[in-house]
């Protein structure tokens, strides 16, 4: 008994501890399998671990007062034993099943300081014989045993509530403190981490008939065009329009009801290397304001008291979510707090330095309204080649050698690369030959004033001299040759010697590089102000000292979507004599819009956003 509490006493873990007892009662007493059920509710057990196989019950089972053996001791408090498989007890258990029945079966409950609080059964023994009043004893005595380990592994449970607990009435308070709504996100991804297990939390709000990613534990910022932020808001997209979901991934098994969720989560998951994830919506009484989602590489990491936290937590997040939204959208509150605080500022200062302050002030207005500031629009740029030619054989042939190496130089008309050409050198010589024996013989046939014979050999000779063009013209497309100047970008190109091309198969790519083309991105705000013809500087990361100047080709017409936002691109003429520029360089490029008023130059964003928002609130 000493060295069995040592075992169960091994471990206070639940998960770890049920299997252990379980174990050990199948081992010491030599049973086909021992059931493990502890209390759930007053009435109600609870299957929480089988050792070994009995075939009338399983893992996860309930059984209530009346429905069974184990319940009828557990409503008793006494062990019990039956030898006997023709009791009628045994009799209903086995109702229906014809391999691994009970024959024998012992039942005691597990006491803890006066309170039941499982119960554990015993089906038949190994040896085939029935169970007798020794192996009830050593039951009974192990089970005291076993309430002991059991009793501690439930002081930790406790224990680990309580720390639970005591955080979500940390972050509870927190996030009711304050009104600022990303204070209140970042608290609520961050804050439960101290308890819960996961790697990664985030939230998403329902804006503009929209779901939008508001917030990622860790995260200060999020950055629309990252390939990992964008997969989790397209998944948050996706279960915006479902109920509190969690799924986790088992070696190869997803666990999941629908097949479109397995398959949506086998991608994400392979792509992320998340094993598990758990999504529940905010909800009030006037709807759903957003989805806050929970993620580990562990598929098993959130436990029943996690997900009773979590629920808890998430009611209070929405609350304190609609208060913060609401106080955002009350007009103007964002501009009034910070102008208010001034005014009491400015009116509590000496007669002296209100008057200073004013005309400083005023100083200042006269300078944004008149004086001119040269205008830049600002964004990222990315070099393409301004011209650039795919060089693609006209005909099927196998490459035989190979003249160029990535980055030379080539001009017009320069030959790359020849095809195996002894097929068609030899259709030219036939052709060539049958064109001189058909002249030959309409020179006979006239010398002889057949005109007859003459008139069939011309035609002949006329038909060998197109057959001598076109395999002429097929030779000569052997060579396959540059149509500009520029440079080889096809790497490795000098390892196509060898290799079968079909006609119109790429097989390299020059590139003009005496200009090139920058696309600058911009805003959608900024485009009236972008012209054709305006001057523009470009400065690259692979040249921070240097700024490439240009002029504005074009202005793309059609928006492109970068994130959460549209962009046009100012394409941008950069000459590039020297070669410096290379395809695929990036950095930031600068577009003039002229000299505008300071006022303009300065403050045109908030302008800008402040008038939508007053049309938003006022326009028609």
Known sequence: MYDLEKVFNSSLEFDALLPIIAGKFQEILSAQAVNLWLVEQHDTLLLMHQAGHDPATSPGQKMKTGEGIAAEVGESGEALLIGSAGDERLTRRNRGIEAGAAASLMAAPIMDQGAEVGVIEVINKLDGGAFEDDDLFALTTMCEAAAGALHNA?????????????????????????????????????????????????????????????????????????????????????????????????????????????????????????????????????????????????????????????????????????????????????????????????????????????????????????????????????????????????IEGVIK????????????????????????????????????????????????????????ARAQADFWGAEVGRAQQRLEQTHLRSPITGLVATPHIETFSGRHFQAGDSFAEIVDSSSVSVDVALDEDDVPLATRGAGAAVKLDSYPTQTFRGRVAVVSPVSQPEGDRRIFYARVDVPNSEGAIRTGMRGRGKVSAGWRPAGFVLLRGPALWLWSKLWSWFGL
């Open 154 to 394: 439930s002081l930790l449970q406790a224990e680990r509530k309580v720390e639970i607990l005591e955080t979500l009435v940390k972050v509870s308070q927190e996030i009711t403190s304050t009104l600022n709504l990303e204070r209140v996100l970042q608290t609520v991804v961050n804050g439960p981490q101290a308890v819960i297990p996961y790697e990664r939390a985030a939230i998403a709000l329902e804006q503009h008939g929209r779901t939008q990613l508001k917030a990622v534990s860790g995260v200060e910022q999020i950055i629309a065009g990252d390939a990992d932020i964008k997969r989790l808001s397209d998944l948050l997209q996706w279960v915006s329009i479902q109920e509190e979901l969690f799924v986790a991934q088992h070696d190869d098994r997803i666990t999941a009801e629908r097949p479109e969720t397995r398959e949506k989560f086998r991608e994400y998951f392979a792509a992320s290397g998340a094993r598990g994830f758990y999504a529940l919506p905010l909800t009030d009484d006037l709807g759903r304001i957003g989805t806050l989602c929970f993620e580990s590489s562990d598929p098993d990491f959130l436990s029943e008291a996690h997900f009773e936290m979590i629920r808890v937590l998430a009611g209070q997040v929405t609350v304190a979510v609609r208060n913060a939204s609401m106080y955002k959208e009350v007009p103007f509150i964002g501009i009034l707090e910070p102008l208010l605080k001034q005014k009491r500022r400015f009116l509590s200062l000496e007669k002296g330095r209100r008057n200073s302050s004013l005309a400083l002030a005023g100083l200042a207005l006269v300078f944004l309204a008149i004086f001119p500031l040269p205008m830049r629009l600002d964004g990222e740029a990315a070099v393409s080649p301004l011209r650039r030619a795919q060089i693609e054989p006209q």
């Open 401 to 456: 050698r190979v003249y160029v190496h990535e980055g030379d130089a080539v001009a017009p008309g320069a030959v790359l690369a020849d095809l195996e050409d002894w097929d068609y050198r030899a259709a030219l010589e036939k052709a060539q030959a049958s064109y001189g024996t058909a002249l030959s013989e309409m020179n006979r046939a006239l010398a002889t004033n057949d005109g007859s014979a003459a008139g069939v």
